[in-house]
């Protein structure tokens, strides 16, 4: 009998994978040899989907790209927020190449990508606007 569990592991800006890998690998050993099964039928891990591993993305407030993507929302619907967020994007290979990029839209990001996604008609004509003035 053979079973599978699929992990997505998500790691912050700054940290490396190599690191990141070796550190998950030397505890999901150590639960392993707690556990008689395990010990005996030590997992197998294989990183990333279908082989492919999106690295994170960091791109600092200050940047002149975000500073003016800044000024324009502050200019249409108020004061930005920054927040993080955890998600699997294809900014990541614009930044892996050196091209900067963020993440902007209406919205909650609760209900993205579920059968109950929305957005408001004010927060779309909000956006649009802020992108229209955004230089």
């Known amino acids: 009998m053979s079973s599978s569990a699929l992990l997505s592991l998500k790691y912050l800006p700054g ?4 690191d990141v890998k070796a550190e998950f690998e030397d505890y999901i050993h150590r639960v392993a040899q707690a556990d008689p099964l395990f010990r005996d039928n030590p ?20 940047h002149p ?4 993507a800044s000024a324009a ?3 249409v619907v108020g004061a930005p927020r920054y927040p993080g967020f955890e998600a699997v994007t294809d900014l990541a290979w614009f930044t892996g190449r050196g091209i900067p ?4 839209g209406p919205g ?7 059968v109950d996604e929305h957005v408001s008609i004010d ?4 956006s649009t606007k ?6």
């Open 15 to 18: 940290e490396q994978i190599e």
């Open 43 to 62: 997992p197998e891990i294989e990183w990333g989907i279908s082989g492919v591993a999106f690295p994170p993305v960091e791109v600092l407030a200050e």
């Open 65 to 68: 790209l975000i500073q003016s």
């Open 73 to 75: 929302h502050n200019e």
């Open 101 to 104: 990029g963020f993440m902007y």
């Open 130 to 135: 802020v992108l229209a003035t955004y230089q």
């Open 123 to 126: 927060e779309l004509i909000a």
């Open 108 to 114: 909650p990001v609760g209900t993205a990508h579920s």
